[in-house]
């Protein structure tokens, strides 16, 4: 979250730099000149900020020829333009090195997310020099900030440490100018974020996003003076009696436009432009400031100043503020995805505000949005069939335009499909897959998808009359009795059936819980198989030769082995498989596939069949908390021996099996005795010595213990679940957990 401090920074910054960059000082030079410096200095500070980016990757100094190189740009460009340009580029190559120290010291440390922040400031600063207004204006860089990680490194303070080392201290402070109110004139200041809804017309082009808010104005006599303030692009749409309207000023850092008030009566002080401060809130330290500084401008007090984040409307001359509340079902325009309506009213509870691009003023700055912003423009698409959901992404199956607006929490991922042309427009922060390669094409977010892009894996070759088969699941529909990730992980299993055919297969499976699959049939035609995923996994049933086990010791998705696990074909992870594969084996995959829960996979055809369910409590365990075991697993238990699983050098027999079949367990043998529930919590009272926890007992497996009286504290890991003394009434661990089940009594 940005700082009011870093937000007002936003006003200034974007016009300054590239402003300071060529030299105000050196106004009389020729147009020239400047223009081949201006493009010049934002390369040569892009590339030797990127140079220190490398150097923070690696953990070591910036190199000499790469710090060579980027000066090189701004000195070949000067030499181009005689004596007096070489003079002044020197004076920028000056400057130019002393921002690069400021960024340094504005984003301290080393590792990806350091050297990613001073990436996004050399392709932010690179883009404001070149007069690329959605690219470089001063939002997109603290949300590319946002998309780097968690490090130390505000964009505020780079914007700060950047201005103060490009300004000249000779420079005198530019000032406001504002029109004179009449001297009967009520004047109101409002400042505010942003508007509650998105407007069909943009005032910034198709790859930024327009907010919009409704300006009501009472009945009265007294004449208007209005001061309207926004940090995000705003449409102020006049209604009732506008004829009490002076005059409007509009600033903001983005484009400001109105409508409903005559173009005569209209200042447009948006943009670059503007040096009034921003606002919203009524007061503050920011507040004062603007209040201040309008004042002065003006040379006389304001009637009423005012402020709010976000305004759905705004009722004038005495500020009465009304924002959308967010409902959970939206009314949804005709032609958009109602899910995707629904998310976008999250962030904009107003949804789409129509506005005639021809009746803003000032005008010809409007233009319709192609495609609406956000979440909104995604509804749009989906509802056209030009976006399908897949897996928690968007397949981009028709050409069409990228959304204006997809950073920060808007963010999505999309998969392009094979054949449509990469989609016009800025992804923001969206990663962007080719479904074709598995490569990213686009977007920031692409490095949280695990490898780095590009990498291949260390696999077995395929032979030229293998059959390769992929298939990813979540977990398996049954527990195993064997574990392979130790007594405090759940291991699962599936069935993997090989029907009879001709010729070998190349198997390659994919589970992010733990799992053995149990290999039955056509066995013999199992020439190879892998094992990808984050938590360890083993077979049964294939000689141990034909394996090949990269799921050992992996423990996140961040630290995957080849690729992510999978169970969506078409969602990222499922792509970035399929090309990781295709381009290790130098092939095309025969048979790919996947499912979140499966209890048989028969291959090559990898038709998925449920487990038959186990109603009936088997002897040994309690049939009622057997019964509420079988909600998450419906397959019940599988007896698999430890001695049988290939590798066998992580495989155990559980002492007590996971989750509620361990409960069940205990409860049979008369270790644990149910109790009331506590809400939603099962309660059981440790009654006597139990060896350990069930594994597991996480999120919605947890439940409440109470040990008893002289009973020692099991071994193994309780999970969420909350245990409470008996002797003392304390919980034993967990004592957050516990108050949040002590407060759902």
Request: charged share 15%; proline share 7%.
């Amino acid at each position: 979250m940005k700082t009011r401090t870093e937000l007002r920074w936003l006003v200034f910054f974007g016009f300054s730099v590239v402003l300071l960059l060529i030299g105000v000082a050196y106004a009389g030079d020729s147009d020239t000149c400047d223009h081949r410096l201006e493009r010049a200095g934002g390369r040569s500070m892009a590339a030797a900020l990127k140079c220190v980016a490398r150097a923070r990757r690696r953990g070591d100094e910036p190199a000499a020829a790469c710090v060579s190189r980027a000066g090189a740009l701004l000195s070949a460009a000067a030499g181009r333009g005689g004596s007096e340009c070489a003079a002044r580029a020197a004076v920028l190559a000056d400057r130019r090195d002393a921002c690069v120290s400021a960024v340094a010291g504005a984003i301290p440390g080393t590792g990806r997310c350091a050297a990613r922040k001073i990436v996004a400031t050399a392709t932010w600063y690179r883009a404001a020099a070149l007069g690329r207004r959605s690219a470089g204006n001063a939002r997109t860089l603290c949300n590319a900030f946002e998309g780097a990680g968690d490090c130390p490194g505000e964009c505020g303070s780079v914007q700060t440490a950047l201005t103060a080392c490009m300004r000249d201290a000779s420079e005198p402070p530019m000032e406001t100018v504002l029109p004179a109110p009449a001297p009967d004139d009520l004047v109101v200041a409002f400042g505010s974020y942003e508007g509650d809804a998105v407007s069909t017309a943009s005032l910034v082009g198709q790859d930024d996003v327009t907010g919009t808010s409704r300006v009501v104005v009472e009945p009265g006599t007294a004449q208007l003076y209005v001061v309207l303030s926004s940090y995000e692009a705003r449409i102020w749409r006049f209604e009732g009696e506008t004829s009490r309207i002076g005059r409007v000023v509009v600033v903001g850092y983005a484009k400001q436009g109105v409508t409903g008030i005559g173009a005569a009566r209209v200042v447009d002080l948006s943009g670059p432009e503007s040096t009034l401060p921003l606002w919203y809130e009524g007061a503050g330290p920011e507040a004062h400031e603007a209040r201040t500084a309008i004042e002065a401008a003006l040379g006389r007090a304001l009637d009423t100043f005012a402020g709010s984040y976000q305004v759905g409307s705004v009722t004038l001359p005495f500020v009465a503020v009304v924002t959308s509340a967010p409902g959970s079902f939206p009314e949804v325009p005709p032609g958009f995805d109602q899910w995707l309506y629904t998310m976008g009213t999250f962030y904009r509870a107003g949804g789409i505000v129509g506005v005639d691009a021809a009746a803003v003023v000032p005008t010809g700055i409007a233009e319709p949005y192609v495609v609406l912003p956000q979440e909104f423009g995604l509804a749009q698409l989906v509802a056209s069939g030009a976006l399908q959901s897949w897996g928690g992404a968007l397949y981009i199956a028709q050409p069409t335009r990228f959304p204006a607006g997809l950073a920060g929490a808007h963010a999505v991922s999309f998969v392009l499909g094979r054949g449509v042309p990469m989609p016009e427009g800025d992804p923001g922060h969206s990663c962007v897959l080719s479904e074709e390669t598995g490569l990213p094409v686009a977007g920031t977010f692409c490095w949280m998808l695990p490898p780095e892009p590009g990498a291949t894996c260390e696999i077995p070759p395929a032979l030229p009359d293998d059959e390769i088969v992929v298939f990813g699941a979540y977990e398996g529909d049954t527990i195993s009795t064997t574990a392979v990730a130790g007594q405090d992980e759940v291991t699962g299993t599936v069935r993997v059936n090989v029907e009879a055919g001709p010729g070998s297969l190349y198997v390659i499976l994919s589970s992010f819980d733990s799992t053995i699959w149990r290999f039955e049939g056509a066995t013999a035609r199992v020439r190879q198989v892998v094992l990808v995923g984050v938590r360890n996994s083993a077979v049964t049933g294939v000689a141990a030769d034909v394996v090949v086990d990269l799921t050992k010791d992996v423990g996140s998705m961040l630290d995957a082995v080849c690729f992510a696990s999978f169970w969506e074909v078409f969602s990222p992870e499922g792509v970035v498989a399929r090309g990781v594969v295709e381009r290790t084996l130098g092939r095309p995959i025969d048979v790919m596939a996947g499912t979140y829960e499966v209890g048989t996979v028969s291959l090559p055809s990898a038709t998925v069949e449920p487990t038959p369910p186990a109603l009936v409590a088997p002897t040994g365990f309690d049939p009622v908390v057997w019964e509420e075991a079988t909600w998450f697993s419906p397959g019940g238990v599988v007896h698999v021996d430890p001695a049988a699983v290939v590798p066998s050098d992580h495989a155990e027999a559980y002492v007590v099996l996971p989750q509620a079949f361990g409960l069940a367990q205990l409860v049979a043998a008369g270790d644990l005795e149910p109790r009331e529930p506590s809400f939603i919590f099962p309660t059981f009272y440790i009654a006597r010595p139990i060896p350990r926890f069930p594994a597991g007992l996480a999120g919605a497996h947890a439940v409440q213990f109470v040990l008893g009286r002289g009973v020692p504290m099991p071994a193994g890991d309780p999970g969420h679940s909350c245990v409470i003394s008996e002797e003392t009434g304390l919980p034993l661990g967990n004592d957050i957990l516990c108050s949040i089940y002590a407060s759902d009594e």
